[in-house]
């Protein structure tokens, strides 16, 4: 099922900006003073600056989908994703991975 028109803006803010930078997967970490997005290739990543505003609105978007096996699709720009979330516990926290492809079926 492909779902339009109901991402946070946040969401597809972060979307793109790993697009552009050619990562498959996004990381919520807990550090010890914060939470921090990670952007990642393969095991190679980097931190991007987030306000806590935006994290708690990208960690509410996922929490909200309704997506057996944690995947869901969404389109951006033109482009079909699918996505696979997972939620973890760090340092007593829940964090999440995101995994995500395009779709060129």
């Known amino acids: 099922m492909l779902l339009k028109n109901t991402m946070s803006k946040n969401f597809i803010k ?7 930078n050619n990562c498959d997967e996004i990381k919520l970490d807990n550090e ?4 921090t ?3 990642m290739s393969g095991n190679i990543g980097f931190s991007i ?4 505003e935006e994290i708690s609105d ?3 978007f ?5 997506a ?4 869901f699709k969404y389109m951006i720009e033109k482009k079909r994703y699918v996505f696979k979330r997972s939620f973890y516990e760090d340092f007593g926290e829940e964090v999440f991975s ?3 492809k395009e779709i060129t079926d």
């Open 68 to 71: 057996p096996k944690g995947k």
């Open 37 to 39: 997005i990670y952007l």
């Open 98 to 100: 995101l995994k995500f």
């Open 58 to 60: 990208i960690f509410r």
């Open 49 to 52: 600056n987030s306000s806590a």
């Open 32 to 35: 010890s003073d914060r939470f």
């Open 62 to 66: 996922l929490k909200r989908q309704k």
């Open 14 to 20: 972060l979307i793109k900006k790993a697009i552009s």
